[in-house]
């Protein structure tokens, strides 16, 4: 589009300036802009400069930019680029920010948060509202409220006295009298010599409050040396007892500098160590097996029903503590492996009216495929979800427990920060593990926290030690904000979910970013140029064309589509797989009943040897012990001593050794000689002696037996308490059904009903798509030209549409389709919503028009009876 021979007067004229690419650009860096899509470009202009807006826009800027913003809020309004030069750059024009600023201006540009000539620099409304500094919300720059501002409320009699103490001639109005003063304080050479007659404890009070915050405390009677800054307006009463530094004053005594510290290059991620890239890559399989093996384990304790859900929501403390136990791992970490199966769908509640939690269907589909599947399943989940494990264990804004699986942990920025996180690994060279701190300090840069320094203290006396306190500039950050603690979260799950290797991104971490196809040396590079950052080659005054850049430098690693991502997590699987050891198909037999797995067994073999053997330990190898509980745990799901016997010797390396098969045939031998079925309960057995044996013994009196013949004892407990309390005296009793057969119990797997993962939260509207960027463009474009393109007829009142008759109406489109002409039309849909367009009618006929509507960009047919009024538009 062509440039206005007049600068714009608002944004919307600014954003009129814009060809589509520039557009898009700004849509794209704030797509809550075009939700819905603005029905002209003055809508978008002011949907650009609402708070909520501005707010998103501006904690997306990176520091640098975000600097350049703060110092747009105290300068002049409009300001021109040599104005915002001398705040970023200070008197001494310091060329590491002289040549970055153009670009930063630009990003400011681009997220239409400043618009107008470098000459009339405006930092729209909103913005400077939120940054510049007031008594209530003190600047991040630590600057106060400049001498107009402070001197406001105060009499004339007063200000002409201040300009007499400053050795200025007086004046005939207080507006005169503080553009005097305005003036003596922007002038270095007559400030610097005010001051070289100053007391040293005078200017010891100007250096305290300097940078911030420019307030203090004085007394009724202050001391001269504060008597002395006072009487010369160095510094002004705001309140009773209160003083403030004016912020032409602070400025001279930073020699023009907005902020203390200015950083125009985002601070380099530092290597930590550096490993060979094989050595990361087999160290992140063998973590990615273990976890697989972790989730597995969960699940599998939660088989037959796993824990309570609490009336909020939630896992109970006690039973994350139970299963930490299980797992034998801490409690974040089990909140950590309970979380990510919850995020991959692995498990849910259950709905039933003792509510539990419990495996899903999907969860026994999970199983049946390949382990780097199953491991990319899990990364992909870990990567994209917004449920923060981190979290659990805290308290929200009601002061209330966060649980596992419970409501409160969604945290949006959490799939941004674990991507950009990996993204900065990516950037360093294959095998280098970097410092956590360079990481947070790179992310603080690219998020800085708005309104972390430059606060408002409390003081006892403008003229004390402790009078002001150094203020903080933008750069003071804490440890605690969300996203470090997101970092380093990420860090420590990137590492036990097998994405890194030794603290470095391995291969298939790489590739589950979409990176793999790039070179290893092609990812992001921490210390590349950012939209604020210098660039050798690039351009270094304000008038030269720069290219738009975004809020921050775009890295390969930035959250991929759901398609992308599936074509990225399959890309990660294949790289995994032949890393990850194949299942064994056998055990090693001991002649200390226990068998070794030496390595992950298939699934079979694994789930067989679960029900005959108890795990003993795990590491590189699985250790299980047989005692003659796990033989009757065998036998009582249905398997014969033959069974066991032919099992083991089929599946093992080495002989099965004789204590084994005597402990099956010993088990098997006295399995199933007692019998118990429902009386309440009964006991038989052939023999009369081991019944006579069993009343004998003191331990049984719990269960209250009595002989019915000689071969059958009756019990008040039920089947099962008595089966357990005959198993606890040593003996191997059965269960029977009422025909007389052996029960046989294998374990019931619960399963909710079909479940999906959860939802991730949105962090705002999504990044649109080119297609619905273009469509967008297309329709404000349109409308824009419908509500500001004179009109030959006269333009309706207050925006309405356009109203004629039903025989003004068909005249003007027949005639539009004769001429050509382009039509304004107000047309009513059959929901009753109005909408104007912008047409040009083909043909009429059967009381339809047909016309190329230029807002949607396509050809349309509208029923004639619809369209409120027709009105031509102007041939220039």
């Known amino acids: 589009m062509s440039t206005p021979a007049t600068p714009p007067r608002s944004l919307a004229e600014a954003l009129r300036t814009r060809d589509d690419a520039s557009l898009a650009a700004l849509l794209r860096s704030r797509p809550d802009l075009i939700t819905p899509v603005p029905t002209d470009l003055t809508q978008l202009a002011t949907r650009a400069g609402t708070r909520g807006s501005v707010v998103r826009a501006l904690e997306r800027l990176d520091r ?124 270095r050479r007559r400030m610097k010599t005010l001051l070289a007659g100053a007391p040293g ?203 596992a699986l419970g409501p409160g942990l969604d945290r949006s920025a959490a799939p941004e920060v674990r991507h950009r996180v990996l993204g900065l690994l990516a950037g360093l060279p294959e095998g280098a593990s970097p410092s956590a701190e360079s990481v947070l300090a790179r992310l603080r840069w690219e998020r800085p926290v708005r309104g972390a320094g430059g606060g408002q203290r409390s003081t006892g006396g403008a003229g004390s030690a402790e009078g002001a306190g150094s203020g903080a500039g933008a750069g003071a950050q804490g440890d605690d904000d969300l996203r470090s603690r ?114 992950p067994l298939e699934r079979p073999l694994a789930d067989m040897l679960d029900v005959l053997a108890d795990v003993e330990s795990k590491g590189g190898a699985t250790v299980y012990r047989f005692t003659p509980g796990s033989v009757r745990r065998a036998l009582d799901a249905g398997r014969s001593a033959s069974d066991l016997h032919d099992f083991l010797t089929a599946h093992s390396r080495t002989p099965v050794p004789q204590p084994l098969a005597y402990l099956i045939d010993d088990v098997a031998r006295r399995h199933g000689h007692l019998r118990i079925g429902a009386a309440s309960a009964y006991v038989r057995c052939d023999d009369d002696a081991v019944l006579s044996e069993i009343l004998a013994d003191k331990r049984s009196a719990g269960l209250r037996l009595r002989r019915l013949a000689p071969t059958v004892l009756a019990a008040q407990a039920d089947p099962a308490a008595l089966l357990d309390g005959l198993r606890a005296m040593g003996f191997a009793p059965a269960a029977e059904s009422a025909e007389g057969d052996v029960v046989i119990t294998r374990a019931h797997a619960r399963r909710t009903p079909p479940r999906t993962a959860p939802d991730p939260v949105p962090d705002g509207p999504p990044t649109p798509d080119t297609t619905l960027l273009s469509a967008a463009i297309r329709a404000i474009r349109a409308g824009d030209r419908a509500s500001t393109t004179p009109l030959k007829t006269t333009t309706p009142p207050n925006g309405e549409l356009p109203r004629t008759s039903s025989a003004e109406t068909l005249a003007t489109v027949q005639a539009a389709v004769l001429t050509g002409t382009t039509l304004w039309i107000g047309y009513v849909n059959a929901e009753g919503a109005a909408s104007q367009r912008v047409i040009a009618p083909i043909r009429v006929e059967g009381g339809f028009v047909t016309a190329y509507d230029h807002t949607a960009d396509e050809v349309r047919t509208y029923p004639l009876h619809r369209v409120t009024g027709v009105a031509e538009l102007a041939e220039d």
Do not use: C
């Open 64 to 187: 640098f930019a975000l600097q350049t913003a703060e110092a747009l809020a105290v300068a002049s309004d409009p300001a021109s680029y040599d104005e915002l030069l001398a705040l970023m750059a200070g008197d001494l024009r310091d060329p590491a920010v002289v040549h970055p600023l153009p670009r930063a201006l630009a990003a400011l540009r681009e997220q239409a948060l400043v618009w107008g000539a470098d000459d009339r620099l405006r930092l729209v409304r909103t913005a400077r509202e939120l940054l510049a500094p007031s008594p209530q919300h003190p600047s991040p720059t630590g600057l106060g409220p400049t001498v107009a501002e402070a001197t406001a409320g105060m009499s004339p009699g007063r200000i002409q006295e201040i300009v007499t103490a400053a050795g200025l001639p007086s004046t005939h109005d207080p507006v005169s009298a503080v553009a005097s003063l305005t003036k003596l304080f922007t002038a």
């Open 201 to 403: 404890e005078s200017l010891e009070v100007l250096n305290r409050l300097v940078w911030g915050p420019p307030y203090g405390q004085v007394t009724a009677d202050p001391a001269p040396w504060l008597r002395w800054l006072i009487d010369r307006g160095l510094l002004l009463p705001t309140a009773p007892g209160t003083v403030v530094l004016p912020r032409e004053v602070a400025l001279h005594l930073r020699a023009g500098r907005a902020h203390r510290e200015v950083e125009p290059v985002a601070p380099a991620v530092e290597a930590k160590a550096t490993h060979r890239p094989q050595v990361v890559d087999t160290t992140a399989a063998g973590q990615a097996y273990t976890a697989l093996a972790t989730v597995e384990e969960l699940l599998k304790d939660w088989d037959e029903g796993g824990p309570a859900v609490m009336r909020a929501g939630g896992l109970s403390v006690r039973d994350l503590k139970r299963t930490a136990v299980a797992l034998d791992v801490a409690e974040p970490v089990a909140a950590f492996w309970v979380e990510l199966a919850y995020a991959a769908g692995l498990l849910a509640s259950d709905g039933e009216a003792d509510e539990r939690y419990a495996a899903t269907p999907a969860y026994d589909e999970w199983l049946d495929q390949p382990a780097a599947q199953r491991w990319a399943r899990l990364a992909e989940a870990w990567l994209t979800a917004t449920r923060t494990s981190g979290l659990v264990g805290g308290r929200d804004a009601k002061e209330r427990t966060l649980s």
């Open 486 to 599: 997101l970092a380093r979260w990420t860090l420590g799950e990137a590492e036990m979910l097998g994405v890194t290797g030794r603290g470095a991104l391995s291969r298939q971490g790489r590739a589950l970013l979409g990176l793999e196809s790039v070179g290893a040396g092609d990812g992001a590079d921490p210390s590349a140029p950012s939209a604020s950052s210098p660039d050798p080659s690039g351009p270094s005054g304000p008038g030269d064309k720069l290219p738009v850049h975004h809020h921050r430098p775009p890295t390969h690693a930035d959250p991929l589509s759901p398609a992308e991502q599936a074509t990225a997590s399959a890309a990660a699987a294949r790289i995994l797989a032949p890393l990850l050891p194949e299942p064994l198909d056998h055990v090693l037999l001991q002649a200390d009943l226990t068998a070794v797995a030496p390595g």
